[in-house]
């Protein structure tokens, strides 16, 4: 039958309902994909098909074959893993708006389990029909990965950008037919297999209406039919968008993220933080310190003109079961809910997953700065699924905050400072975050500090130790990067086939070693045999790792997982156990199902979620959003490969917790990763960067007279520990001191008096690349 529009080839025997009865997991689906029912655009059975319809159109540039045999549309694509075999529907569909596709398939003869059969739909076509701008459904064989279902997008210049991922309950068998579905409305688009959610997203754009077509790769796709319809019903706005920070006018570089406590006077459009505190209640009112009602949770939710996240105090498990009814219909993602019990903030974690939790110790009164003590700490927030403490104003300082920002923490304080001395103390100890009633203080303080000012040191990775100089993944190649001040040391582990964990970046020793082989089919008396190419070097066990560095000041290791061998983290946990190192180990792995075995077994160790493909959009705010929830869903910090835009993604998602610890960098994007601020930055070149003053302490007090230039003597530290002697190369008058001149790097003050100054160094990396860093304040009375 042919119409004037499209050839329709009714489908027989199809609807959501029957399909519900002959499939897996339909009953356990979590949303039900159905719309209000539409015109039918399109709809195919290959059961009565013997050829390809009318319109369809195969692409010039196929790898493999497209035919139609035994009831089904084969898209054979083995014959390349990488290359796509597609077809695109007639190109009539191509100017639809708010559509629906199923398509009712199965996966096939796989080259591997990463392969994947596809619905491709606002596609862009060259000549030839070769499909070159399109989004994609990608469904692969092994769906049960964590990234196992896809919502990506193919760009016209050729780059792939992952969006969203999202495992599967089980694998694609063969012999089974699914139902994938996406709905799209406006800027909208929801994904389904077999009436599963799997991505819930917004675009960039307003509407989708290129063309549709079916692809595959490494595998064949066996489509029994597909159907295009109208989709009536507008799909739910997306609540859960990331709120638009207010940033401060200050030049710092990744500065301390301001959180004002509100009372009832205080206009939450009008405050000048990037956060605002209330207390919360059962009734999820929003009270102020003194426990006042201000208004409702609601209330702020609702008010679209703010700009700034909410940071809330709870007190009870009534209010987190009140906060639980809530999400049901508002989503809670960008909030921030803050308390001094262990227990309750893992009572949230369970009831609302996706709100961040933050352990509230700033009236512990039992911690001291031993490492003892601050490891404890670290557990405590570790194991409360928090990633943020807030410290006690009695260890707030350099030392005792680094340990813990070393450690994957998001160090916090909650601050009575009002006097700018005060203030400039609270800044210069490298806080990620204060909580204080006087705001405006400290965002005055920040405005006056140069461009590219370190108030906090990022941390210096060491890429498998200095593989620049050294064998990598080796003792002696850790201990030389240590000796070159990085501050911390990364490694990759494996575990042998009798149960030993063994350093090794590649699951073959064939790179690096003058042996060959699996690493995790040899035992460790053959691993033991082993010799690095170029040093000569043996393949060390984390053990000796762990007895070697075992007390080191400042050491951390930073343990990649690249097995996937489930033995491997409770082998882990019984060497950190056994050597005591629970203080200088934190774990990552690209590998999802190792961190939350990491999570089961090792809860009290921080964790970091290693990214082989960041989100991608036009928007700050919906890359960050998923960024977000990337790192919640493990509690985890993040740890993504360079990119252009990592800069704007990390200044706005740093309010809410999360730590950046890029990797893949070289010499330029690391200098521009490290004068932006970033937590840590991985090199393979740590004695590039072993000479970098990191430190500057200068005189409590000094005294001069009016008119007399300050000249201050400071003492330096380099990244490698060496210490010198220098001068300061300019000031900062803080607010209070009497009238002065200040031009340029001179100083002198036309009053007597009191004043209070920070002295600043300012140390050019190269041509281009530079920072500032700034002493404690000083004492300056002039007579």
Do not use: C
């Amino acid at each position: 039958m042919k119409l004037s529009f499209l050839t329709i080839i009714l489908l027989s025997s199809f609807s959501v309902e029957s399909y519900a009865e002959s499939t897996t997991n339909i009953k356990s689906a979590n949303i039900s994909a159905t719309s209000a029912l539409g015109k039918t655009y399109a709809q195919v059975n290959f059961e009565q098909q013997k050829i390809i319809p009318q319109g369809w159109r195969v692409p010039g540039n196929n790898a493999g074959n497209i035919f139609i045999r035994d009831g089904f549309l084969h898209i054979d694509a083995r014959k390349s893993a990488t290359q796509t075999t597609s077809i695109l529907l007639p190109t009539e569909l191509a100017n639809l708006q708010n559509y629906r596709i199923d398509v009712e398939f199965t996966l096939d003869q796989a080259v591997n389990p990463s392969r994947w059969g596809s619905v491709i739909y606002d596609v862009v076509a060259a000549q030839g029909f070769i499909p070159k701008k399109y989004y994609q459904l990608t469904l692969r064989a092994d769906t049960a990965a964590k990234n196992g279902t896809e919502f990506g997008n193919r760009k016209i210049n050729g780059q792939w950008n992952v969006i969203e991922t999202k495992e599967f309950s089980e694998n694609i068998k063969a012999n089974q037919l699914y139902k994938a579905t996406i709905l799209v409305h406006g800027n909208r688009v929801q994904q389904y297999l077999n009436n599963v959610l799997l991505q819930n997203v917004e675009l960039d754009q307003s509407q989708l209406n290129g063309e549709i077509g079916l692809s595959a790769a490494g595998l064949v796709m066996k489509v029994k039919s597909i159907q295009v319809s109208e989709q009536n019903t507008a799909l739910p706005n997306l609540n859960n968008k990331v709120t638009a920070v207010q940033e401060s006018a200050t030049q710092v570089s990744a500065a301390a993220t301001l959180i004002q406590k509100m009372s009832a006077d205080l206009n939450v459009n009008a405050v000048q933080a990037n956060q605002v505190y209330y207390r919360l209640d059962a009734k999820l009112n929003l009270l102020d310190v003194s426990g006042n009602p201000i208004f409702t949770l609601q209330h702020y939710l609702n008010n679209t003109q703010r700009k700034n996240i909410a940071v809330l105090s709870i007190q009870d498990q009534q209010t987190i079961l009140a906060l639980k009814q809530l999400a049901k219909s508002q989503d809670l993602s960008d909030l921030t809910l803050l308390s001094s019990e262990t227990e309750l903030l893992q009572f949230a974690h369970q009831y609302i997953p996706m709100t961040r939790t933050a352990l509230d110790l700033s009236k512990a009164k039992n911690f001291s700065s031993s490492r003892k003590d601050l490891n404890t700490i670290t557990q405590m927030t570790n194991q409360a699924f928090a990633k943020i403490v807030v410290l006690p104003k009695a260890l707030i300082d350099v030392k005792n905050v680094s340990f813990l920002q070393r450690l994957l923490m998001t160090v916090w304080v909650d601050s009575s400072a009002t006097t700018a001395p005060e203030v400039a103390s609270i800044l210069a100890s490298g806080v990620n975050g204060i909580i204080t009633s006087d705001s405006a203080a400290f965002d005055a303080l920040l405005k006056q500090f140069p461009q590219n000012t370190l108030l906090r040191k990022p941390f210096i990775i060491g890429h498998r130790g200095v593989p620049s100089l050294e064998d990598e993944n080796t003792i002696e190649s850790a201990k030389h990067a240590v000796a070159l001040g990085a501050d911390i040391v990364e490694n990759d582990i494996y575990i042998t086939k009798d149960n030993h964990v063994v350093v090794m970046h590649d699951e073959t020793v064939n790179r690096t070693t003058k042996g060959t082989g699996k690493i995790e089919e040899m035992t460790l008396a053959e691993v033991q045999q082993l010799r690095t190419k170029n040093k000569n070097y043996h393949v060390p066990t984390l053990a000796e790792y762990f007895s070697t560095f075992k007390n080191t000041p400042n050491f951390v290791l930073m343990i990649e997982l690249k097995s996937t061998n489930p033995k491997l983290v409770p082998a882990l946990k019984a060497e950190i156990e056994k050597y005591g190192v629970e203080n200088q180990v934190v774990i990552t792995s690209f590998n999802r199902e190792q961190i939350q075995l990491v999570k089961k077994y090792i809860p009290m160790v921080s964790t970091g979620v290693l990214i082989q493909t960041m989100p991608s959009s036009n928007q700050v705010l919906i890359s960050s959003r998923q960024i977000l929830a990337e790192a919640q869903k493990y509690t985890s910090s993040y740890h993504p490969p360079y990119r252009n835009d990592l800069t704007k993604l990390f200044a706005e998602t740093q309010h809410r917790g999360v730590t950046y610890w890029p990797w893949n960098l070289n010499e330029t994007t690391f200098k521009q990763l490290y004068v932006a601020g970033l937590n840590g930055v991985t090199t393979n070149f740590v004695q590039l960067y072993s000479k970098n003053i990191v430190d500057i302490q200068a005189p409590t007090e000094l005294k001069i007279k009016v008119g007399q230039p300050v000249h201050m003597a400071v003492r330096l530290k380099q990244q490698d520990g060496m210490a010198l002697e220098g001068q300061a190369q300019q000031f900062i008058v803080l607010a209070g001191s009497p009238q002065h001149e200040l031009k340029a790097e001179s100083l002198s003050f036309t009053q007597k008096g009191t004043a209070y100054v920070l002295a600043g160094y300012k140390y050019q990396m190269d041509q281009q690349y530079f920072y500032h860093i700034f002493s404690k304040p000083v004492k300056v009375t002039i007579k």
